[in-house]
């Protein structure tokens, strides 16, 4: 599986192709999954462009992408969007129009709460497990982590040099991840080298302009579907070579 992650909390200072409205998104979301993508994770924006857990920023994000698109749409629940765990909880169980899944980072305060409500409400739970932080010793205790979609395994190093090696550790400190799907993936630099490595262990993974602006070659994306198509030819041209 490889996911588009269409935006991320990047803004308008990131340049034009990354899209930020609702219309915006959704012909992003439907170019993707055109080129190849088969999951779309997503940061819903206010007309300001920050991120929001707003139950009407969430509802007219997904309606709008799910009326170019089929496949199963995520959002975040990051921290930045809503810093008070208890605000945070109270905006998810207001949203009128749920995701398929959205994303929880477990070294979140509030994390395990916001997770057991997404599962209430019948969300599915990528669990986000950074590097550089405790989420994978949490999340290897968690009662929770048996119920989860899928295991976000971000790459926070973003060295290119160093972030395969950071990447390898993450995935011994998940160990079995409580038998569920891993998602590897880094970000800005390491974006690339995480995602050959994903490819080498046949595990899913994610691209698009929330992880990095550039291209293989070093060349500036011009759109989600253009990291896809260059994932996917990254991605299986390093699994073929395993």
């Known amino acids: 599986m490889v996911q588009v992650c269409l935006n991320g909390p990047r803004g308008a200072a990131d340049g034009t192709a990354v899209p930020l409205t609702p219309s915006a998104l959704a012909e992003s979301a439907a170019e993707a999954v055109a080129a190849g993508a088969t999951d ?27 009326s170019r698109v089929s496949v199963p749409v995520g959002v975040t629940t ?8 208890e605000a945070r909880l109270a905006r998810v169980r207001g949203w009128t129009v749920l ?39 949490r999340f290897a205790s968690s009662p929770l982590g048996p119920r989860v979609l899928r295991v976000l395994a971000e ?36 974006a690339w080298p995480v995602l050959r490595l994903a490819g080498r262990l046949g595990l899913a ?5 929330e992880d990095t602006l550039v291209l293989p070659d070093g060349q500036r994306a011009l759109s989600n579907a ?17």
């Open 40 to 66: 779309i994770h997503v940061h819903p924006k206010t007309p300001c462009g920050q991120d929001s857990l707003s139950p009407r920023v969430v509802a007219a994000t997904l309606e709008a992408i799910r």
């Open 78 to 85: 990051g921290a930045w969007a809503e810093p008070d765990p």
């Open 99 to 137: 995701p398929d899944h959205a994303s929880v980072n477990w070294h979140e305060p509030g994390a395990e709460s916001l997770a057991a409500a997404l599962l209430d409400l019948g969300v599915g739970v990528e669990a986000g497990i950074w590097s550089g932080t405790d989420a994978a010793a």
């Open 155 to 190: 790459v926070t190093d973003t060295a290119p040099d160093t972030a395969e090696a950071t990447a390898r550790a993450l995935l011994a400190d998940l160990g079995p991840a409580h038998g569920r799907p891993v998602l590897l993936h880094g970000e800005d630099g390491g």
């Open 205 to 209: 993974t994610r691209m698009g302009l």
């Open 226 to 242: 253009q990291l896809i198509a260059g994932a996917l030819a990254q991605y299986g041209c390093a699994h073929r070579s395993s």
